[in-house]
């Protein structure tokens, strides 16, 4: 289609401005529009609202079950090693915290419960022993098998030493005490002092 009949049919150019070799090719085209202005059916289609109102979905969910839906979709994370091993180190120091603090806190007829845990991912069983429990051992636990063995002692205030038992047999002293004392056979017992409540630290 040359350009002046194109912009004719677009209505940028009036009809006596066409070439004369244009004219006639311009009044088929406005016969044909003419009749199909004619014998077109005014409006809509009648399927054709039906149509797209099935296809639009109108928002009667709740909002808390569109974001429970948003939240619960699986989607892929990528995530650099170098941050996700820091995000893991960070967890792992504050779920350290409170084994650190050992002190729970004391109950009202003065016991205090103490959290004590020793590193022995190569023990079977790990237990402890000490003056709080006249050296009879007490059996820890490493619930999630990450070799990471815990009791939590009710004990009252006092001074009290201590030591693990590993598989029955070794005696090791705790790492993590703060204070040590000679057993008098070559060894350091693990000294624990639980103060009275409002004596301070």
Do not use: C
């Not at 079950?65 to 180190?89: E, K, Q």
Request: charged share 25%.
């Amino acid at each position: 289609m040359r350009e002046e009949l194109q912009k004719y049919l677009d209505g940028e150019l009036p009809a006596e401005l066409l070439p004369a070799e244009l004219q006639q090719e311009a009044a088929a085209w406005d016969a044909l529009i003419e009749d199909v202005r004619r014998t077109a059916a005014s409006g809509a289609p009648a399927w054709l609202e039906a149509r797209i109102l099935s296809a639009v979905r109108a928002p009667d969910d709740p909002r808390w079950r569109r974001w429970l839906g948003w939240l619960t979709s699986p989607r892929t994370i990528r995530v650099a090693p170098a941050p996700a091993v820091a995000v893991l180190a960070l967890l792992a120091a504050a779920l350290a915290l409170p084994w650190i603090g050992r002190s729970a806190g004391p109950a009202e007829d003065g016991t205090v419960y103490v959290q004590l845990f020793l590193e022995a991912p190569a023990a079977s069983s790990v237990a402890i022993a000490g003056d709080f429990s006249r050296w009879d051992p007490i059996e820890l636990e490493d619930q999630d098998g990450d070799g990471v063995w815990s009791a939590r002692l009710a004990v009252r205030p006092g001074v009290y030493e201590y030591m693990f038992v590993l598989d029955g047999s070794r005696w090791v002293t705790d790492p993590h005490a703060e204070r040590y004392s000679d057993d008098g056979f070559g060894n350091r017992n693990a000294v624990l002092a639980i103060l009275p409540e409002g004596t301070g630290t």
